[in-house]
């Protein structure tokens, strides 16, 4: 779990709103913020072990009552990418951006001190994948998000009405745009069937995935730090061994990159029967939220590989704790997911 030294003392028994408590990170946040002594609410339509109050992000009812005396609200509670096709785009903003909304609304009334909301690198939507021909795109703050979906939509919305809260309101607000930490199977059907799932997770330590507990990390952080910046947008996503000078590589030989920066890394793929990937397209760069959140994140490619070789689970013991929840309730005929 998260070391104590991390995070002050002094911050023990603030009390804190969670929402989307049943969810990843929403669990991992509350297990984390009480073994640190916060005095947790947690909000969430789904009853969970981590929930305590059961009830929606659009009733205002719900939500005025769980804010009295919070003093940092981390927002994680959303409609997902997987369930673009199995709920309609009013669904979608009714709770990425009216129940974003109303928290803000609420926050506000309640003088909070810090709003922190948990946002997803899929804003960037087709900023990600530049051209053929062209090198691997390298994704920092200030590439402008072109979504390409109704959740890529919303959730840049709900960061904007961040934003306007805070300009308006002067609520410190700090949107951590995530990378995957899911541990349920890729979304991608092809992906799913060229490679073994934790062949898949592993390669994205590269440049798209951070585990659990880092994401953890970073929001606690986040709730720490958000007084003193005001308003800001952050990455969250594993560090990187890529330069911007590998950029054209990536895109035609990625795994001959990954050779000369890992000699070893073939030899634990090989006890596995595992590839690397031919082509990486995007690198998520996360040095902002190391320098400005004071922000260490622990799980990269290196850290993934040393466990590899000493047999040993890559996941933090937070992410295996928290384990798989999934999407979706029932079962389709294409897979773990509609199409």
């Known amino acids: 779990m998260l ?17 989307g408590s049943a969810g990843h ?14 005095d947790v609410t947690s909000l969430d339509l789904t009853p969970s072990p981590y929930t305590s109050v059961v009830g929606s992000l659009t009733d205002r009812f719900v939500v005025r009552q769980c804010m009295e005396s919070v003093k940092i609200v981390f927002h994680m509670a959303t409609l997902h990418k997987p369930h673009v096709a199995t709920h309609s785009k009013q669904q979608f903003i009714d709770t990425n951006i009216s129940g974003t909304l109303l928290l803000l609304e609420e926050a506000v009334r309640a003088h909070v001190s810090a709003f922190i909301f948990t946002s ?31 959740y890529g939509i919303s959730k840049e919305s709900a960061e904007q009405l961040c934003r306007l809260y805070h300009r308006t309101h002067g609520l410190p607000c700090l949107v951590l745009r995530t990378s995957r930490f899911f541990p349920e199977e890729d979304d991608n059907r092809a992906r799913r069937e060229a490679y073994a799932d934790d062949n898949l997770k592993v390669n994205e330590y590269l440049f798209r ?42 895109r035609i030989h990625a795994d001959r990159v990954v050779k000369r920066l890992f000699p070893d890394y073939e030899v634990a793929y090989a006890q596995r029967g595992w590839t690397m990937f031919e082509e990486i397209d995007r690198v998520y760069a ?54």
């Open 209 to 250: 995935r951070v585990d659990l507990e880092d994401a953890v990390n970073a929001h606690i952080l986040a709730g720490q730090m958000a007084g003193a910046i005001g308003f800001d947008t952050y990455i969250i996503s594993a560090s990187s061994p890529f330069q911007q000078s590998d950029l054209a590589d990536l």
């Open 286 to 339: 996360n040095e902002k939220a190391r320098k400005e959140l004071g922000w260490a994140p622990r799980y990269d490619f290196r850290y993934v590989l040393d466990q590899l070789h000493a047999g040993r689970d890559f996941r933090s013991p937070l992410a295996r704790v928290v384990g798989s929840k999934g999407y979706h309730t029932e079962t389709f005929l294409e897979g773990p997911y509609p199409v």
């Open 3 to 19: 070391k104590a030294e991390l995070f002050p003392g002094k911050d023990e028994h603030m009390k804190v709103l969670v929402t």
């Open 25 to 38: 990170l929403g669990e991992a946040m509350v297990r984390t913020l009480k073994e640190k002594g916060y």
């Open 120 to 150: 997803t690198t899929s804003v960037f939507g087709d900023a990600l994948v530049p051209p053929p021909g062209l090198p691997a795109a390298w994704i920092t703050e200030a590439v402008n998000p072109v979504p390409k979906n109704i």
